[in-house]
């Protein structure tokens, strides 16, 4: 849902529609915060720090998603949307909500990539094999698998695209040689 916002407030900025860019910006915001931030006992999905093995879970899991499975196919969504958010709209990127999701898509990314303070090495990329998995920690029984090149490929520009409107050289180029392997 975030990501297919975010390419609605992008076909509305190319096109010069204020109000539906307004009104898309503001969805995901909401929806990134959501995320972003427990509110309470009752709230349904949030995101928590593993104490364990340092990454980032959404809560409730989902595809294994507690066993790092998928991360990098789950993740990508949330980072492309707020990579979209923060590119159309600096504004907000430079408030505190701003700054929360920032934190939080800054924790996926080290989490997906390795790259960054308190990276625990890439999780999800097999050097060898040239591409990454799904699979995670989990042992799924058939060993290793890349269920899904497409989302691979969709995390790896995800990526890209928020090191590059965050600046991060580093990320970016690291994000891109990836998706290059992975399209590959």
Not at 52 to 74: A, K, M, T
Request: hydrophobic letters at 45%.
């Amino acid at each position: 849902q975030r990501a297919r916002t975010a390419s609605l407030a992008e076909l509305a900025a190319a096109t010069g529609d204020e109000t539906s860019l307004s009104a898309a910006l503001d969805i995901l915001a909401a929806g990134l915060l959501d995320v972003a931030l427990k509110t309470g006992d009752d709230d349904e999905r949030y995101a928590v720090r593993d104490a364990v093995y340092g990454g980032v879970l959404i809560v409730p899991s989902e595809f294994g998603n507690d066993r790092y499975n998928d991360h990098h196919f789950q993740y990508a969504y949330l980072i492309r949307a707020a990579a979209t958010l923060m590119e159309l709209d600096p504004e907000f990127a430079q408030s505190e909500s701003g700054k929360v999701i920032s934190q939080l898509v800054d924790a996926l990314v080290v989490g997906i990539t390795g790259v960054g303070a308190g990276a625990p090495g890439v999780r999800v990329w097999n050097a060898y094999e040239g591409h990454s998995y799904a699979t995670g920690i989990a042992d799924s029984g058939a060993g290793p698998n890349q269920e899904s090149s497409s989302e691979a490929a969709h995390a790896w520009e995800s990526i890209a695209r928020w090191a590059a409107v965050n600046g991060n050289q580093e990320l970016l180029d690291s994000s891109l040689a990836l998706w290059t392997l992975e399209t590959d």
